[in-house]
């Protein structure tokens, strides 16, 4: 919402029109205050049942990935794990990804580790890595954030068959 305000210095008598915007709280916000980097726009709010579909309708064989949002910068995707992914690693990113639900193992070089919810994961450029989940019927949803964004063509894969569940 907008509203315009008409200032008159009392001092030199000069009137000043300004554009005043109301955040959604009511608060002012003065056209005229702005930082000379600040833009004009709004948030992009993406909305979970906008992007993943139910399993009736998206149920990979070992999991999905739904994108959410993607800049030069960075990527953004769900990634769900319903089984063992095979063993890859990514030559020129890192990983970063928040366990949403469920319970996932995540091998990195040697090392398998169980993450549960609210756990947040980096897996450094160039280590191998997979995912699993503890029992079979399992499932779990991560958040991945990638700055700057692998490419997947870069990607080597060291199993050339996935494992059988």
Not at 76 to 91: D, S
Not at 92 to 97: N, S
Not at 110 to 119: Q, W
Request: proline share 7%; aromatic share 8%.
């Amino acid at each position: 919402m907008h509203h315009f305000r008409l200032h008159i210095s009392a001092f030199t008598g000069i009137a000043l029109l300004t554009l005043t915007s109301l955040t959604a709280f009511g608060q002012a916000v003065d056209s005229a205050e702005r930082h000379r980097e600040e833009r004009e726009g709004t948030a992009k709010i993406i909305h979970r049942a906008d992007v993943i579909p139910s399993s009736a309708t998206n149920n990979p064989a070992r999991g999905g990935l739904w994108p959410l949002y993607a800049t030069p910068e960075a990527k953004l995707n769900y990634f769900a794990v319903t089984g063992h992914t095979p063993l890859h690693f990514h030559p020129d990113a890192e990983h970063r990804l928040y366990v949403l639900e469920g319970k996932v193992l995540v091998t990195a070089g040697t090392n398998t580790t169980l993450a549960c919810v609210g756990d947040f994961i980096v897996i450094p450029r160039g280590i191998r890595h997979s995912y699993d989940v503890p029992e079979k019927g399992d499932r779990a949803l991560m958040l991945t954030f990638d700055a700057p964004p692998f490419d997947p063509r870069k990607t080597v894969s060291l199993e050339t068959t996935p494992r059988r569940e």
